[in-house]
């Protein structure tokens, strides 16, 4: 169930924080408390495919969560882009494939604030890594967001 906010999104345990891209999608989760968050793999989506909804809930699964956040990215202007449909079709999917509920959270500057944290890196190991730290920038800011009440 897509939620308009975290008023009503469960106050402890595991969440699922998403950077949703077209070929990568960055993962991060909390731990039950929600003091520290991991990253993890990136899920990594073939060309054309489409089932980016069934790797992201398979995820949620796996890694036992209780309610799951996805980043959209809004224009600086506070307008909407393809990427933010794409977005909002991707959480549409999700819906339907957990009950889990879910949130969504702009996340502008998340990249950059993930490349700052991540320091210097190679380029490689930078691609490999950008997504899923851009989630785990997302998952952060959202439990201080659900923390603040």
Do not use: Y
Request: proline share 4%; with cysteine; hydrophobic share 45%.
């Amino acid at each position: 169930m897509i939620l308009p906010d975290f008023k009503v999104f469960p106050r402890d345990g595991r969440v699922l924080g998403i950077d949703w891209g077209l070929r990568r999608i960055g993962v991060a989760v909390s731990d039950p408390s929600r003091e520290f968050v991991f990253v993890r793999d990136v899920i990594s989506v073939p060309r054309g495919a489409e089932n980016h909804a069934d790797l992201v809930a398979d995820v949620a699964r796996s890694e036992n969560v209780v309610g799951i956040i996805v980043g959209v990215p809004v224009r600086g202007d506070g307008g909407v882009s393809d990427t933010t449909k794409m977005v909002h079709d991707f959480v549409a999917k999700l819906a339907i494939k957990t009950d889990l509920p879910i949130c969504m959270i702009e996340e502008n500057l998340t990249s950059a604030t993930a490349q700052e944290n991540m320091g210097r890196v190679r380029v490689r190991e930078l691609k490999e890594r950008l997504d899923s730290e851009s989630a785990r920038v997302i998952l952060e800011n959202a439990i201080a967001m659900i923390n603040r009440g």
